[in-house]
């Protein structure tokens, strides 16, 4: 069982940054891939970045290329998401979710945090 936590999220111009951490409770964090998940009013949740348990490995929504980075610090149990050069399409809640399979799907993530705002203005 994981717990997770977001923070970081708020508002900011366009071309600002944001970075995003998801804390996670529980004895095996190292165990689990993570992924980034967003859901703007009206929309659907999509995918943004996942990374491996190791950190190896990781994997980004065409979207947020060259913009985003994913990171993960397993000693502390928390997964990072660095947002550069944010655009107003950006705007959206931002979920973490932990699975055993790194994937751009969110039916394969089994625990999922509440959510953080991130709000990009124009």
């Known amino acids: 069982q994981v717990q997770l936590v977001e923070s970081g999220g708020g508002l900011v111009q366009a071309g600002g940054s944001l970075r995003l951490s998801c804390a996670a409770s529980?004895?095996?964090?190292?165990?689990?891939?993570m992924g980034w998940f967003r859901q703007a009013p009206g929309k659907e949740r999509e995918f943004v970045a996942a990374i491996s348990w190791s950190g190896g490995s990781t994997y980004y929504a065409d979207s947020v290329k060259g913009r985003f980075t994913i990171s993960r610090d397993n000693a502390k149990g928390t997964v990072y998401l660095q947002m550069n050069s944010l655009k107003p399409e950006d705007t959206a809640v931002y979920y973490c979710?932990?699975?055993?399979?790194?994937?751009?799907?969110?039916?394969?993530?089994?625990?999922w945090g509440q959510g953080t705002q991130v709000t990009v203005s124009s």
């Open positions: 529980g004895r095996t964090f190292s165990s689990y891939a």
């Open positions: 979710a932990a699975g055993y399979i790194v994937a751009g799907r969110d039916y394969e993530y089994d625990y």
